[in-house]
Nanobody
């Protein structure tokens, strides 16, 4: 089992920034990819960004956040970060971290492990 704990959410004005963190614990050796999804009120959960683990790594972004959000990782801490910049009101959502052996499953929302979510509220 892998446990994921998100932190860093909060309220910010449009144009502002936040950094989300997701710390993994447990059987972390089984993780190859970690990602972020978000769910706004009344909407389906949508992919935001993902990153692969290992010596080299690849990053993936939804078109809606490219150039504004940056995903990164700290392997020593088993933690993935999501830097949110130039925030817009439409970025308001609960942000969820996930982890999986497969980057495809992570980006498709079929990951085995999910965190509890952290709220991001952007006011205009």
């Amino acid at each position: 089992q892998v446990q994921l704990v998100e932190s860093g959410g909060g309220s910010v004005q449009a144009g502002g920034s936040l950094r989300l963190s997701c710390a993994a614990s447990g059987r972390t050796f089984s993780i190859y990819a970690m990602g972020w999804f978000r769910q706004a009120p009344g909407k389906e959960r949508e992919f935001v960004a993902a990153i692969t683990w290992g010596t080299g790594y690849s990053t993936y972004y939804a078109d809606s956040v490219k150039g504004r959000f940056t995903i990164s990782r700290d392997g020593a801490k088993n933690t993935v970060y999501l830097q949110l910049s130039s925030l817009k009101s439409e970025d308001t959502a609960v942000y969820y971290c996930n982890a999986d052996r497969s980057i495809s499953d992570s980006t498709a929302g079929r990951a085995d492990y999910w965190g509890q979510g952290t709220q991001v509220t952007v006011s205009s």
